[in-house]
């Protein structure tokens, strides 16, 4: 919190998310257990010292009928909780979609959404949130952004064509998803009384090179919204507002200082992102929360480069808003080489 409030923490604090289930990035725990020859119940998360985390509820517009409806030899038929109709081969990582639950335009007039005061939605959250708190993390509470969760109802091709010419349908489904998620929200936070550290909207909006969309129609179809849910979490008594998405974001960062927004993760270097900047530019109005290449230096393993790229970074923490961290930690990054990483924070980020 000393970091989030740009005083001077007594070290840099780390945010990074390790893999444990079975399926992509989960080697690398495997891989470091080995390492530090550990048993399976000791995990990266622990042992590094990570303070924080974020904590999700079941916040899908239709969780009640979620889950598996059939099976096809080795396949699977189930819904998510957000109403598409997945198939996945037994063992697989990824699953494809069958149908989403709105297939036309026309298909959101007949959508009712569940309740976002239902108890059931929070009863794992509730657990999660004491778990992180007795392991001594701080824990965030966090919800799906509007762009990100009305993708998974439409799919994200017919939505980037909805947001070109079927503007009345977008304005529509794009309010509704942001005061059922802003519901979400009150809801998370009232419960695990996650007010003073705050909220993450997780809104994954860009590629590598750009975003998704144009700033403008950022601005015409999103800010609005954000503006409306920032204004409603902060009168209730939220603290902080933070933003997630991967890729470059920086055409949008005007834009997420106007709607309220107040922190920036995960900031990926290889795409532009670079923190003394942008730090120049915005001073105080962002913590930023990452800065570290988890796609190209750390899986090299080059130790010189690797101290080269942390270094400013630690020197720019030294006086708060920043929690260093990458995307995350995947099975491209050795045991070994996150072990340094580790060891040059131990080493410069002691304040």
């Not at 400013?312 to 099975?331: K, T």
């Given at each position: 919190m000393d970091a989030i409030e740009f005083r001077r923490p007594d070290r840099l604090p780390r945010w990074d998310n390790f893999y444990i289930s079975e399926g992509y990035g989960s080697e690398f725990t495997s891989q470091w257990q080995t390492l530090k020859n550990v048993s399976s119940d000791v995990l990266p998360v622990d042992y590094y010292d990570i303070d924080m985390s974020e904590v999700v509820?079941?916040?899908?517009?239709?969780?009640?009928?979620?889950?598996?409806?059939?099976?096809?030899?080795?396949?699977?038929?189930?819904?998510?909780?957000?109403?598409?109709?997945?198939?996945?081969?037994?063992?697989?990582?990824?699953?494809?979609?069958?149908?989403?639950?709105?297939?036309?335009?026309?298909?959101?007039?007949?959508?009712?959404?569940?309740?976002?005061?239902?108890?059931?939605?929070?009863?794992?959250?509730?657990?999660?949130?004491e778990s992180e708190r007795k392991a001594g993390r701080l824990p965030f509470s966090k919800i799906g952004g509007i762009y990100c969760r009305s993708q998974f109802m439409r799919r994200e091709d017919r939505l980037l064509m909805d947001m070109a010419v079927e503007e009345k349908f977008c304005h529509e489904l794009f309010t509704r998803v942001s005061e059922f998620l802003t519901q979400i929200a009150l809801e998370s936070l009232r419960r695990a009384d996650t007010w003073e550290a705050g909220i993450w909207v997780c809104d994954d909006s860009a590629n590598k090179l750009t975003p998704m969309f144009s700033p403008a129609m950022w601005e015409k179809y999103f800010l609005p919204n954000y503006k409306k849910m920032t204004d409603t979490l902060r009168?209730?008594?939220?603290?902080?507002?933070?933003?997630?998405?991967?890729?470059?974001?920086?055409?949008?960062?005007d834009l997420l200082v106007e709607a309220g927004f107040n922190g920036l993760n995960p900031l990926e270097p290889r795409c532009g992102?670079?923190?003394?900047?942008?730090?120049?530019?915005?001073?105080?109005?962002?913590?930023?929360?990452?800065?570290?290449?988890?796609?190209?230096?750390?899986?090299?393993?080059?130790?010189?480069?690797?101290?080269?790229?942390?270094?400013?970074?630690?020197?720019?923490?030294?006086?708060?808003?920043?929690?260093?961290?990458?995307?995350?930690?995947?099975?491209?990054?050795?045991?070994?080489?996150?072990?340094?990483?580790?060891?040059?924070?131990e080493k410069y980020a002691e304040y």
């Amino acid at each position: 919190m000393d970091a989030i409030e740009f005083r001077r923490p007594d070290r840099l604090p780390r945010w990074d998310n390790f893999y444990i289930s079975e399926g992509y990035g989960s080697e690398f725990t495997s891989q470091w257990q080995t390492l530090k020859n550990v048993s399976s119940d000791v995990l990266p998360v622990d042992y590094y010292d990570i303070d924080m985390s974020e904590v999700v509820a079941h916040e899908g517009i239709l969780y009640k009928n979620s889950g598996a409806v059939s099976k096809d030899g080795e396949n699977e038929l189930f819904y998510d909780q957000w109403g598409t109709l997945l198939r996945q081969r037994q063992g697989a990582t990824f699953s494809e979609t069958i149908k989403n639950v709105l297939e036309t335009c026309d298909d959101l007039d007949a959508l009712e959404f569940d309740d976002p005061t239902d108890d059931q939605r929070y009863d794992e959250y509730l657990l999660e949130i004491e778990s992180e708190r007795k392991a001594g993390r701080l824990p965030f509470s966090k919800i799906g952004g509007i762009y990100c969760r009305s993708q998974f109802m439409r799919r994200e091709d017919r939505l980037l064509m909805d947001m070109a010419v079927e503007e009345k349908f977008c304005h529509e489904l794009f309010t509704r998803v942001s005061e059922f998620l802003t519901q979400i929200a009150l809801e998370s936070l009232r419960r695990a009384d996650t007010w003073e550290a705050g909220i993450w909207v997780c809104d994954d909006s860009a590629n590598k090179l750009t975003p998704m969309f144009s700033p403008a129609m950022w601005e015409k179809y999103f800010l609005p919204n954000y503006k409306k849910m920032t204004d409603t979490l902060r009168a209730h008594g939220c603290k902080n507002i933070f933003f997630h998405s991967d890729g470059n974001i920086a055409p949008f960062l005007d834009l997420l200082v106007e709607a309220g927004f107040n922190g920036l993760n995960p900031l990926e270097p290889r795409c532009g992102l670079d923190l003394v900047k942008l730090r120049n530019r915005y001073g105080h109005k962002f913590v930023f929360f990452g800065g570290v290449c988890n796609t190209e230096i750390l899986p090299r393993g080059d130790k010189k480069e690797i101290e080269a790229h942390v270094r400013p970074l630690i020197e720019l923490g030294r006086d708060g808003g920043l929690i260093i961290g990458s995307a995350s930690i995947g099975d491209d990054i050795s045991p070994e080489t996150y072990d340094y990483y580790i060891s040059l924070l131990e080493k410069y980020a002691e304040y």
